[in-house]
């Protein structure tokens, strides 16, 4: 069964970083494009960052120069860095893998938060 598990969420102070990682089961990066998304109460998940299966990266324009995806591909992991935090990063963050076999699989979500 595929399976993501996402995992560093937790309390940090504004300006300061994490990094979250997306532990995955029966995944291959050569057929599934990776992601992070985000999501507050109230609102929809809101794309984050991606990496597709050729490598490329896209980001969210508020998230740009602050936050970078990469994937080891020897531990079937992808990763967010998050730095410079700022409170409006606070959100439930969501790792997707999505191809165009499959419906797109989520991860339970793990707590960003940002605060003195």
């Known amino acids: 069964q595929v399976q993501l598990v996402e995992s560093g969420g937790g309390l940090v102070q504004p300006g300061g970083s994490l990094r979250l990682s997306c532990a995955t089961t029966?995944?291959?990066?050569?057929?599934?494009?990776m992601g992070w998304y985000r999501q507050t109460p109230g609102n929809q998940r809101e794309l984050v960052a991606t990496?597709?299966?050729?490598?490329?990266?896209i980001y969210a324009d508020v998230v740009k120069g602050r936050f970078i995806i990469f994937r080891d591909i020897t531990k079937n992991t992808v990763y967010l860095q998050m730095n410079s935090l700022k409170p409006e990063d606070t959100a439930v963050y969501y790792c997707?893998?999505?191809?165009?076999?499959?419906?797109?699989?989520w991860g339970q979500g793990t707590q960003v938060t940002v605060s003195s």
């Open positions: 029966e995944i291959s990066f050569s057929n599934f494009d």
């Open positions: 990496i597709t299966r050729g490598g490329t990266t």
């Open positions: 997707n893998a999505r191809s165009i076999f499959t419906a797109p699989y």
